[in-house]
């Protein structure tokens, strides 16, 4: 099946976005890989598709002080290669070397992966592990800040406005220091997570979080785990990380369980070997 015909346009300015957004069912696309499939099955019938490419702030990467800006329109194979004049934390890199095969990640951004809000997708969980700030724009007002804990309020549904886009996010530069482990159980490589374990420790700032992605919804920060690797150093045991899981997700089945506390556990061993 083909795309329903639309019209196409690329704004060179943010603030050129929203009145191109205006355009009755105008839809945002970044590389396709996620859009693509959707326009082809009819599933999306937007009457405009915005371009996102011409946006020269969307593929910023900057340190801002003490903290780095990654623009919604890096790809992740700009991540994957460190392709910045600033260094990426390990961590990036290493998440998006294992986002699917090279051609989608050629093509895929960091900010339409973000706003899809699959709750497979790699970067909703990397990026609430390291208590990402997303910076949104509506192209009328100022931009606003929305952290990425909240921001996916389930599957595919987000904090996003209509009319409003992701310009970027924002991470503290010191978590180019940090302990982690990022630990993705698919089938083959290339696929979507079927569980997703992640922790990040920044003993200096007394950062620690531990995170379960691939979720069927949003990641789930797993606070009290948190706390006790920060206060004891230890490795939890796996009852204690089934017993966390089986609060927050009362409803997972035993198989999705038993994933997740598998990648949990193997993230955490990362860290505290
Ligand atoms: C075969 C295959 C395997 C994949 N495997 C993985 C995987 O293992 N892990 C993983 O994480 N992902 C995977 N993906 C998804 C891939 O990472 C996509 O790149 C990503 O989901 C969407 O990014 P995009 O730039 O292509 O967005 P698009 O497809 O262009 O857009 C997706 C949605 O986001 C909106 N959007 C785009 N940019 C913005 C913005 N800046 N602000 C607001 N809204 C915006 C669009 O309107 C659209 O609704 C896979 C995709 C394919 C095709």
Not at 95 to 109: D, L, S
Request: glycine share 8%; hydrophobic share 45%.
């Amino acid at each position: 099946m083909k795309p329903v015909p639309f019209a196409h346009s690329r704004p060179a300015k943010l603030t050129e976005i929203s009145s191109a957004l205006d355009a009755d069912n105008a839809k945002l696309i970044a590389g396709g890989q996620s859009l693509g499939p959707m326009l082809n099955l009819r599933l999306a019938r937007p009457s405009t598709l915005i371009g996102l490419s011409h946006l020269t702030e969307l593929r910023s990467v900057r340190l801002d002080g003490a903290t780095l800006f990654i623009g919604a329109g890096v790809t992740h194979a700009q991540i994957e290669d460190g392709d910045s004049d600033v260094d990426l934390p390990p961590m990036l890199r290493h998440v998006a070397r294992n986002i699917a095969y090279r051609a989608v990640r050629n093509k895929g951004t960091l900010g339409g992966s973000l706003a899809h809000a699959d709750p497979a997708a790699d970067w909703v969980t990397a990026m609430t592990v390291l208590d990402a700030v997303l910076v949104i724009a509506n192209g009328r007002e100022k931009k606003r800040r929305e952290p990425m804990s909240g921001f996916m309020e389930g599957a595919y549904r987000t904090k996003l406005q209509p009319g409003e886009i992701i310009v970027g996010v924002e991470i503290s530069a010191a978590m180019g220091e940090a302990h982690w482990g990022y630990e993705k159980i698919c089938r083959k490589v290339g696929e979507f997570a079927d569980a997703i374990g992640a922790i990040v420790i920044h003993p200096g700032l007394q950062y620690a979080r531990v995170v379960a992605g691939a979720t069927e919804g949003p990641p789930i920060l797993l606070n009290d785990i948190a706390r006790a690797i920060a206060r004891t150093a230890k490795r939890p045991a796996l009852e204690e990380i089934d017993a966390a899981l089986a609060a927050h997700l009362p409803g997972a089945d035993r198989v999705k369980r038993q994933l997740l506390k598998t990648a949990l556990s193997r993230a955490i061993a990362k860290v505290i070997p």
